[in-house]
């Protein structure tokens, strides 16, 4: 800036003349001034500039050099709408730049945008989680289809070969292929039955088969029921007096088994009780023994203070106590046995609870273990089931026995019955149509 001159001397020539381009000396003379001409030895080789003397006010005129009237609103200059820029500058500064330039916000260049403050509980994040490569994921879901499809075959194989033994060992129980299920005494459509309900009567006896002259102590109806899912046990009190239709006499519902077998016992329940029943299974006393000391003895619960009392005095089971007790095979049988101590209404409430105390241990036990106990029992089994039967009744015995409560009914049922004495015998005189409605609303 030292070629610059600044000079306060007026400024009167302002001619063409007067411009520096004209006044250059040509010879090598001192520079003259730019608007005064004259040569000056202080401002050699500098660009003099002449300052105005004072400030003359400038004068507005209202009309323009052509004639036109000058409007007298102001005129605002457009000014571009600035906005906050949401790049940062190379300090990283944030700077303005016109909205129309506004570039597009990317990603990666996006400031942290402030999280909005919540007053409910923060749950922690859960960590992300790893992409698994579509190759390890199909390897995996191979691997657990081949475990899967493993486990299915060796658990139908299991079945398979369970179904089979079991199949073979049947074979050694005694089949009634003679027995008739038509009753001369009363037509079927009289009769309370269901495709989906198998009455299944057992009789518990002195000696194996329908031999005229045994004793059929126990009469219990199992009713396999497959509508709801149960399994019901109905016990037959053994001095019930009823109509006997092969006789034309009325006695003792245990004495039709003495003297005409199961075929005799079986028409005299359909007579009397009106239900239709399907099959039949007897089994000696020494098998029902035999099968609770292969299973390693019976747990019985509900033992009473008097049962116990009753067993350790004349039965001389010394160890029995009241609440639970495990009982050999004699010692569960002469439990079901007891007479003397009350009536045949607890004595069939016994029976019932043994019964269900097998079937209880019996499914805890291992299949193939159990199958080969049940093999021993067989041979002193008879019943008018085919093979087939066995083991369609079987299963759902045990589904339906597994599946939920199991009801118990007795018959002659309560307040439809009074004691009496016929022929030198005490019997229990019942209301046979009251008794044949509770068995059927009990059954379906």
């Known amino acids: 800036m030292d070629d610059i001159f600044f000079s306060d001397k007026p400024n009167h020539h302002k001619s063409k003349a007067n411009q520096p381009q004209d006044h250059q000396p040509s010879d090598g003379a001192a520079p003259q001034d730019a608007f005064s001409g004259r040569q000056t030895q202080d401002n050699a080789g500098r660009f ?33 709408d600035y906005q906050l820029s949401q790049t940062k500058a190379f300090d990283d500064s944030v700077y303005l730049r016109p909205a129309q330039e506004q570039p597009r916000p990317s990603m990666q260049h996006r400031p942290p945008q402030p999280r909005p403050v919540n007053t409910e509980r923060v749950q922690p994040q859960r960590p992300a989680r790893v992409a698994v490569p579509e190759k390890r994921r199909k390897k995996k879901k191979g691997a657990g289809r081949k475990v899967l499809a493993a486990v299915l075959i060796v658990l139908v194989f299991a079945l398979v070969a369970l179904f089979a033994y079991g199949y073979h060992i049947l074979g050694k129980v005694g089949y009634d292929k003679d027995y008739s299920h038509e009753n001369a005494y009363i037509e079927a459509s009289a009769l309370a039955s269901s495709p989906r309900v198998r009455n299944i009567l057992c009789i518990g006896s002195d000696a194996r088969g329908d031999v005229e002259g045994n004793r059929s102590d126990t009469m219990v109806l199992v009713s396999v029921d497959n509508v709801h899912h149960k399994l019901k046990m109905t016990s037959f009190l053994r001095d019930s007096f009823v109509y006997i239709p092969a006789k034309g006499f009325n006695a003792k519902l245990n004495a039709a088994f003495a003297w005409g077998g199961v075929k005799m016992l079986v028409d ?9 029943i399907d099959d039949y299974v007897i089994i000696d006393f020494e098998g029902f023994k035999k099968l609770i000391d292969l299973m390693g003895g019976l747990d019985v619960d509900g033992v009473t203070a008097a049962e116990a009392k009753y067993m350790r005095d004349v039965v ?7 609440g639970k007790n495990h009982f050999t095979g004699a010692a569960s049988l002469w439990y079901c046995r007891i007479r003397k101590l009350d009536d045949d209404f607890h004595r069939t409430e016994r029976q019932r609870k043994v019964m269900n105390a097998i079937i209880r241990q019996a499914l805890h036990r291992n299949p193939f273990e159990l199958l080969k106990i049940v093999e021993q029992i067989l041979p002193m089994i008879n019943t008018s089931m085919s093979r087939n039967d066995l083991l369609s009744v079987g299963f759902s015995s045990v589904f339906n026995f597994i599946g939920g409560k199991n009801p118990q009914q007795q018959i002659p049922a309560e307040d439809t019955w009074q004691n009496q004495r016929v022929g030198g015998q005490d019997v229990l005189k019942m209301d046979l149509e009251k008794n044949a409605a509770v068995l059927k609303d009990f059954l379906y």
Request: proline share 14%; aromatic share 8%; hydrophobic share 30%.
């Open 316 to 322: 001389k089971i010394v160890y029995c106590k009241e």
């Open 48 to 80: 003099v500039v002449q300052m105005p003397d004072e400030e003359k006010p400038v004068v507005l005129r209202d009309r323009t050099p052509k004639g036109r009237p000058v409007t007298s609103e102001p005129v605002t200059p457009k000014v571009p």
């Open 268 to 276: 005299t329940f359909e007579y009397n009780f009106k239900v239709r």
